[in-house]
């Protein structure tokens, strides 16, 4: 009744209770998402009827999740402005909070040719928001509240070069992975924080085992805009998310991903659907 309870709740507006317990809920966020989308599209196709200024009007979406919304912003550019391409792409199966210390730790690992075990200590310097996320989180006990850890995080792609699902399922409670994540810590840098939200600025101090400080730092992490996937890497996140736990082949996903990069010339799209 209690995990119903969670579960249940979570779904009213996507709530961040499930950190403090390991609790399921942030897989269940999009996945209810997607589910509710589809449930209105069925819906609808049957004339079942919904609120027609459910975004605007003076009971709708935007009067009851904000005191300052601006409508007019939904259709800023509308047909020409294409959000998509200012979508970021996750390159870390991890809180976003995590992901430009992570890229910065990689890039000093790879320039100085470091291993786990040459590697003393971590600061990572954050914005105040990474700060407020991921400091509760001191003990993980589950995969996903690992995921919020920027010291398991940060042990990942020291360990095993990347954070990915298939690491956090295998590695986050190892002894080594344990032992990395002790060796972190976070510091808030004025500059990060000043320019967080409209950049995710990365930065990091090494302390090597022979006592060297080496900085790194990460103006954009990757997988944002301005530092975006290329191609081969998003069609290898996909196939590798698709593997994980058996959803899909990788010939599956590879027949599929030829039909994505020529959607472009596709006539209709329910023809898609209804072959799928």
Same mark, same amino acid.
């Given at each position: 009744?209690?995990?119903?309870? #969670? ?12 950190? =403090? ?49 601006? &409508?007019? /912003? %939904?259709?800023? =550019? ?17 809180? =976003?909070?995590?992901? &430009? ?5 990689? *890039? ?12 003393? #200590? ?11 996320? %991921?400091? &509760? ?7 996903? *509240? ?15 070069? /990347? ?35 409209? /950049? ?20 954009? &992490?990757?997988?944002?805009? #301005? ?6 890497? %998003? ?9 994980? /736990? ?20 596709? #006539? ?9």
């Amino acid at each position: 009744m209690l995990h119903a309870l #969670g579960s249940a709740g979570t779904q009213s507006a996507g709530l961040w209770e499930f950190l =403090r317990d390991g609790a399921d809920s942030k897989q269940l966020h999009p996945a209810h998402a997607a589910g509710a989308g589809l449930s209105a599209a069925y819906l609808a196709a049957e004339g079942f009827t919904g609120a027609q200024r459910i975004l605007v009007g003076a009971k709708g979406l935007a009067a009851g999740m904000s005191s300052d919304a601006d &409508p007019a /912003r %939904l259709t800023d =550019r509308l047909g020409s402005r294409w959000a998509t391409a200012e979508t970021s792409f996750k390159f870390h199966a991890a809180c =976003r909070h995590t992901h &430009p210390a992570a890229d910065a730790l990689l *890039q000093v690992m790879q320039a100085h040719g470091l291993t786990a075990a040459d590697v003393a #200590g971590v600061t990572a310097q954050v914005h105040q928001g990474a700060i407020d996320v %991921l400091g &509760p989180v001191v003990n993980p006990q589950t995969v996903h *509240q690992s995921k919020f850890s920027m010291g398991t995080v940060l042990a990942m792609v020291a360990l095993h070069g /990347r954070a990915g699902m298939a690491e956090f399922d295998a590695h986050f409670a190892d002894p080594a992975t344990r032992a990395f994540c002790a060796k972190v810590q976070m510091a808030l840098d004025t500059e990060v924080d000043g320019a967080y939200p409209t /950049r995710w600025i990365g930065k990091v101090v090494v302390a090597t085992t022979d006592g060297r400080h080496l900085a790194g730092r990460v103006d954009e &992490p990757k997988g944002d805009p #301005g530092n975006t996937l290329s191609r081969a890497e %998003l069609e290898d996140k996909a196939i590798r998310l698709a593997l994980y /736990r058996g959803g899909a082949t990788e010939a599956e996903m590879r027949a599929l991903i030829s039909t994505v990069w020529g959607l472009t010339d596709a #006539g209709v799209v329910p023809r898609l659907l209804a072959a799928a």
